[in-house]
């Protein structure tokens, strides 16, 4: 099933959108690092899940096919909690469920306690939201990728099987970052201490207990930046209706590396 695309206007900047289907209304928001978007992060599961759901998929702004930031910080979780609610208005009325992964994950949480009259169901892949201590793999995931074998090296350290980065996906992912005005503006928004990007977006005691919708987070076992234990297992017990579900076999990117499994939760989930 084909996906209409439209640009929305958020405040001035560009938010590129995919939209299709019919059904119960999702909102699906991609993660962070060098190329992450979209068609990155949900290009086997978009289809399939428009084709029982009314799908709206948005790049954040700053990734993907969206507009950039003037000024700095680029790094902006406000800015980017407010393009995911310029998008929640897009959505027919009534409830609706949000598709969230890593740094999403967070956002995600956070909309359902601040729309609670809105956001009735959540699935998260990879989540954030957690103050975890970044790692070594968590720093050179969010460090811009200068070589090819850099880049090969950040991309291995998301996935459980390395066979499935081929030279085709590591030399689109080069164009991609190394066109335009990509590198600049990325290098800006993950530079310094990467410990502030997780800080800034951890959610508070408050902001979970707020979260009264049901939950349902998956998250890879073998996640390395992200690890499981320390966000996924320690988020879920402090919202009253969320389960968790860990993937064996599977780093941070379920819906890459286990797509039917996706799948199968959101159909449990979204019904």
Same mark, same amino acid.
């Given at each position: 099933?084909?996906?209409? #695309?439209?640009?929305?206007?958020? =405040? ?15 909102l /699906?928001?991609?993660?962070? =690092?060098? @190329?992450?978007?979209? *068609? %990155?992060?949900?290009r ?8 029982? !759901?009314h *799908? ?17 910080? !680029? ?9 995911a ?9 009534g409830?609706? @469920? ?6 999403s @994950? ?7 306690g ?11 892949? %990879? +989540? /954030? =939201? ?73 959610? +508070?005691?408050?902001?979970? &207990? &707020? ?27 402090? /919202? ?16 890459? #590396? ?6 199968? &939760?959101?159909? /449990?989930?979204?019904?």
């Open positions: 099933m084909a996906l209409n #695309e439209f640009d929305v206007d958020v =405040g001035g900047l560009r938010a590129h959108a995919w939209q299709g289907g019919s059904g119960f209304p999702i /699906m928001l991609h993660g962070s =690092g060098p @190329g992450a978007g979209t *068609i %990155g992060n949900w086997l599961v978009l289809e399939p899940l428009a084709s029982r !759901y *799908i709206l998929a948005t790049d954040l702004i700053g990734f993907g096919q969206s507009g950039r930031k003037p000024r700095e910080p !680029y790094f902006d979780p406000e800015l980017w909690l407010k393009q609610e310029t998008m929640l208005a897009r959505l027919p009325a409830p609706v @469920g949000i598709i969230g992964h890593s740094l @994950g967070a956002l995600a949480l956070r909309l359902a601040r729309h609670r009259d809105r956001v009735t169901k959540v699935l998260t892949t %990879g +989540s /954030m =939201g957690n103050r975890f201590t970044a790692n070594q793999y968590t720093v050179d995931c969010w460090t811009f990728p200068e070589t090819k074998d850099a880049l090969r090296r950040a991309v291995g350290y998301l996935v459980y099987d390395n066979s499935v980065i081929t030279e085709e996906f590591l030399d689109n992912r080069m164009k991609i970052l190394h066109g335009g005005d990509y590198a600049p503006y990325f290098r800006s928004m993950f530079a310094g201490d990467k410990q502030r990007y997780i800080d800034a977006a951890a959610l +508070s005691e408050a902001e979970l &207990a &707020a979260v009264q919708c049901e939950v349902l987070m998956l998250h890879g076992r073998d996640d390395k930046p992200f690890p499981c234990a320390e966000n996924t297992l320690v988020l879920a017990p402090k /919202m009253v209706r969320a389960d968790a579900m860990v993937i064996a076999r599977c780093g941070h990117s379920p819906a890459l #590396e286990h797509p039917l499994k996706l799948i199968a &939760a959101a159909h /449990m989930l979204f019904g």
